[in-house]
């Protein structure tokens, strides 16, 4: 399994970006996929992850503000990020629990 992560860049504080994860190698309608992120100096975290039913989980972090969600006709799961925060600035991972398989990431960076 690929896993390829797009959406990334610089924002503001209080801004929006919304996360792309596109899947590749295999029948991706039946992944439980995650989203990670890796803070400058900061072990790698859970953020949030979505069943192949859709069912969602949160980070405390991510609770209200951050939104997990999947298309399986386009291979993709996405991370809709809002009113975001200096403290959300890390790389941005997505993850493939069958295969564990690991996206290259994506920098967020939160600043004015």
């Known amino acids: 399994v690929q896993l390829v992560e797009s959406g990334g860049g610089l924002v503001q504080p209080g801004g929006s970006l919304r996360l792309s994860c596109a899947a590749s190698?295999?029948?991706?309608?039946?992944?439980?996929m995650d989203w990670y992120r890796q803070a400058p100096e900061k072990q790698r975290e859970f953020v949030a992850a979505?069943?192949?039913?859709?069912?969602?989980n949160y980070a405390d972090s991510a609770k209200g503000r951050f939104t997990i969600s999947r298309d399986n006709a386009k291979n993709t799961v996405y991370l809709q990020m809002s009113n975001l925060k200096p403290q959300n600035t890390a790389v941005y991972y997505c993850?493939?629990?069958?295969?564990?398989?690991w996206g290259q990431g994506i920098q967020v960076t939160v600043s004015s």
């Open positions: 190698g295999s029948i991706f309608s039946i992944y439980a």
């Open positions: 979505i069943t192949s039913g859709g069912s969602t």
């Open positions: 993850y493939d629990r069958v295969s564990g398989s």
